[in-house]
T-cell receptor
Framework: GQQVMQIPQYQHVQEGEDFTTYCNSSTTLSNIQWYKQRPGGHPVFLIQLVKSGEVKKQKRLTFQFGEAKKNSSLHITATQTTDVGTYFCADTGFQKLVFGTGTRLLVSP | DSGVTQTPKHLITATGQRVTLRCSPRSGDLSVYWYQQSLDQGLQFLIQYYNGEERAKGNILERFSAQQFPDLHSELNLSSLELGDSALYFC?????????????FGEGSWLTVV
């Protein structure tokens, strides 16, 4: 079955450093969604990418969809302690979301 | 607050027992999804219902079953519980049945099997 892997599994940065998580699929992705889950919380939708090569920005967050639609990335510029959490990508396959393995981000002040 | 309500928030039960988790979707949402989150398995899709009918099935064990009622709330039934069933169970909802829509997660139900 389809596997959606994210790397790194875990990253610890100092506040102000940049952070990137990569999402890779064994099959072509339909659309890609990104979610953030704060510690002890539930996943919250961030954004959806639809087109090959698409780039979207939300303040310090930049989301990119690969040209071949088999990978995606989320880049955070100048991390803040409020960025702490686990970031999941998810493939919007038929009828269901297939979530990636997640990247847990820890930010030290 | 996503508008998706799950009960109970926490549940501790013994192996071999049966529990029911309940979910009320956001007002107007017809699709309900169930996900299981454990430490080493990430977010695993279990099952989806749309307007009362099962639409998609994931890695749901035969010991687990679900249904969506006419008022659109959903229940996930877990039986013959094992220690490995301990996890956070999320319900999510969306307006339509296609997964291209944003889905909204509830706070989750923490299940501990002892």
């Amino acid at each position: 079955g389809q596997q959606v892997m994210q790397i790194p599994q875990y990253q610890h940065v100092q506040e102000g450093e940049d952070f990137t998580t990569y999402c890779n699929s064994s099959t072509t992705l339909s659309n890609i969604q990104w979610y953030k889950q704060r510690p002890g919380g539930h996943p919250v939708f961030l954004i959806q990418l639809v087109k090959s090569g698409e780039v979207k920005k939300q303040k310090r967050l930049t989301f990119q969809f690969g040209e071949a639609k088999k990978n995606s990335s989320l880049h955070i510029t100048a991390t803040q302690t409020t960025d702490v959490g686990t970031y999941f990508c998810a493939d919007t396959g038929f009828q269901k979301l297939v979530f990636g393995t997640g990247t847990r981000l820890l930010v030290s002040p | 607050d996503s508008g998706v309500t799950q009960t109970p928030k926490h549940l501790i039960t013994a192996t071999g027992q049966r529990v029911t988790l309940r979910c009320s979707p956001r007002s107007g949402d017809l699709s309900v999804y169930w996900y299981q989150q454990s430490l080493d398995q990430g977010l695993q899709f279990l099952i989806q219902y749309y307007n009362g009918e099962e639409r998609a099935k994931g890695n749901i064990l035969e010991r687990f079953s679900a249904q969506q009622f006419p008022d659109l709330h959903s229940e996930l039934n877990l039986s013959s519980l094992e220690l490995g069933d301990s996890a956070l169970y999320f319900c999510a909802s969306s307006p339509q049945q296609g997964s291209g829509n944003t889905i909204y997660f509830g706070e989750g139900s923490w299940l501990t099997v002892v």
